[in-house]
Nanobody, 121 residues
Framework: QVPLVESGGGLVQAGGSLRLSCAAS????????MGWYRQAPGKERELVAR????????????NYADSVKGRFTISRDGAKNTVYLQMNSLKPEDTALYYC??????????WGKGTRVSVSS
């Protein structure tokens, strides 16, 4: 098991910034990548950003949803088993419940409980 604890959500005005954190514990050695997803009301959960960690060849590689490129940055602190999502230039359409994800090498997924981000116009 890999419990994930998110923090850092909140209410911010458009154009503002927030930083989300996700701390992993338990069997972290089995994790190949971590990421952030979000789900807005009435919409499906979607990928925001991912960062690889377990494969030395791809270590630190990132990918982002087109809608957040240039505004959001995902990073990780291996010593703390923590992944971050720095969100700048926030827009009302970024309002959603943000979930941390950890994926094992066998593609089994673990999810956090989510942290809410609300952006007012």
């Amino acid at each position: 098991q890999v419990p994930l604890v998110e923090s850092g959500g909140g209410l911010v005005q458009a154009g503002g910034s927030l930083r989300l954190s996700c701390a992993a514990s338990g069997s972290v050695f089995s994790i190949n990548s971590m990421g952030w997803y979000r789900q807005a009301p009435g919409k499906e959960r979607e990928l925001v950003a991912r960062i690889s960690s377990g494969d030395m060849t791809n270590y630190g590689m990132t990918n982002y949803a087109d809608s957040v490129k240039g505004r959001f940055t995902i990073s990780r602190d291996g010593a703390k088993n923590t992944v971050y999502l720095q969100m700048n230039s926030l827009k009302p359409e970024d309002t959603a419940l943000y979930y941390c994800n950890a994926r094992r090498t066998d593609y089994m997924d673990y999810w956090g409980k989510g942290t809410r981000v609300s952006v007012s116009s």
